[in-house]
């Protein structure tokens, strides 16, 4: 245990917000059982109140208890993967708030497998609300340096962990209902979650409200649009001030070109810190190749069709 997790727990307990790394991505956390500090967590995202929030265990049996039905799929899936980078959305027992589950009767709990995420979930011990540690409606943070970039001062302490291995924000599946429900894909995908639990649906529009299913969620400011690879040459030649995230080798007409890995597991730890990039390039609009319409590429086409989405 080092003192800056120990720092970090004492300032969750004073009510303060700590960035944290997570397998995922950064996470701003507050003490999840204070109406308080969850306040100040919304009020730093810059997100409306009735957004729910993650929550964060050490381990199952603590996240249960927020939990007012466990369902045997539920027991399935944490058995298998967790710590790792799933949510289970469970109908919420008294210890889940309003305040955290934006006035839902249900609650979004994780357990996280970063080993410092750990750390301070035991030395806090309690249940801390975790959003991504970006501003609302921004690409969330894989390492110290966006979060630092997004929030400035307003986290307390910063929780240096080394880039995200993952890279993109957890898989979210809905176990409130009689049916399972994937409300947001990940590096664990619903083929995955469907070897375990059996057949999952896609979210419809009577799914639960969650931020992020709002069109353009994850955004770079310039305008970004996803071409097929047969269209790239005929979109760079027709725009000016392209940049250009692709598969192939850079293109001498272009000024900004980043080459993405052809593994999805690889191109999705690497893809929020380009987007970054190429949104920093100073350019007029985003061209990125379009990976594979196939089940292993669900997540980051996910992310990528969110970016492009004009707000
Ligand atoms: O990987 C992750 O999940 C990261 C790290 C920090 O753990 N967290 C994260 O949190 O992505 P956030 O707040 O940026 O996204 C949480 C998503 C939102 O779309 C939220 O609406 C949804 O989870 N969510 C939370 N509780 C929910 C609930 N009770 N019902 C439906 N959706 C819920
Ligand atoms: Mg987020």
Redesign the pocket.
């Known amino acids: 245990m080092t003192s800056e997790v120990r720092r970090a727990a004492h300032i969750l307990r004073a009510g303060g917000l700590v960035a944290f790394p ?1 397998e ?4 701003l956390g507050a003490d999840a059982a204070s109406e308080k500090a969850v306040a100040r967590l919304y009020e730093v995202k810059r997100r409306p109140a009735d ?4 929550v ?1 265990f050490a381990n199952a049996d603590l996240a249960f208890a927020w939990a007012h039905e466990v369902p045997e799929a539920a027991r399935k899936l944490a058995k298998r993967y967790w710590p790792g ?1 799933l ?1 289970l ?1 469970l109908k919420r027992s008294a210890l889940a708030k309003d305040f955290v ?2 006035g ?1 009767d ?3 709990l ?1 357990v ?1 497998s970063h080993p410092i995420a750990q750390q301070l979930l035991k030395e806090f011990s309690g249940a801390i609300a ?4 970006n501003r609302f409606g921004m690409v ?1 943070p894989t390492t110290p340096a966006h979060v630092r970039e997004d929030l400035g001062k307003d986290a307390d302490l910063v929780l240096e962990g080394g880039p995200s291995e993952v890279g993109i ?2 898989t ?1 599946v ?1 176990l409130s209902h009689a049916a399972p429900v994937l ?2 894909p ?1 590096r664990i995908s619903k083929q995955d979650l469907e070897s375990v639990i059996g057949k999952i649906g896609e979210k419809t529009a009577s799914s ?6 709002l069109e353009r969620h994850y955004a770079p400011r310039t305008p970004a649009r996803m071409v097929p690879v047969h269209a790239l040459d005929k979109e760079i030649s027709k725009g000016k001030g392209v940049a250009v995230l692709a598969f192939s080798r850079p293109d001498e007409r272009v000024d900004f070109w980043l080459r993405m890995p052809r593994d999805p597991q690889a191109y999705a730890q690497r893809l929020y810190a380009a987007l970054r990039e190429v949104d920093g390039a100073g350019c007029e609009q985003i061209l990125v190749e379009a990976p594979p319409d196939t089940a292993e590429w669900a997540a980051v086409r996910d992310r990528l069709k969110r970016a492009c989405e004009q707000g």
């Open positions: 997570t995922t991505v950064y996470g957004h729910p929030v993650i964060h980078p949510t959305i589950t934006g839902q249900t609650v979004g994780r996280p975790a959003p991504s540690a969330s924000e957890s979210i809905d409300l947001r990940g639960p409200r969650h931020s992020g299913g």
